[in-house]
């Protein structure tokens, strides 16, 4: 009977900790960071006005405006990977 107690405390366990997870995943996913017209971070084009953006633990979208001729000028200035890109001025910036 020992046995029967602790396998059931167990799984009562289990459940109660994957219920509380997924709660947590939930209302993360349903109240995202957000701001708006914040100081632009470090990967965001210097000439970048009005930032915003919303985070959440799958997405994260960043907003700001530039002109076409700072984006490209910007964009051809880095050297992309799979996981963050070299600025022109050697810096190295991850992908938050």
Request: aromatic share 20%; charged share 15%; net charge negative.
């Amino acid at each position: 009977m020992t046995l029967l107690k602790f396998i059931l405390f167990g799984l009562l366990a289990f459940v109660l900790l994957a219920a509380g997870f997924f709660g947590y995943v939930a209302f993360q996913v349903a109240h995202p960071e957000t701001g708006i017209h914040v100081p632009p971070l470090r990967f965001i084009p210097q000439h970048a006005t009005e930032f915003s953006y919303i985070k959440s633990p799958f997405f994260a979208q960043y907003y700001f405006k530039i002109s076409e001729n700072d984006f490209n000028e910007w964009v051809t200035s880095m050297k992309f990977s799979n996981d963050g890109y070299e600025q022109a001025d050697g810096r190295y910036v991850q992908d938050p």
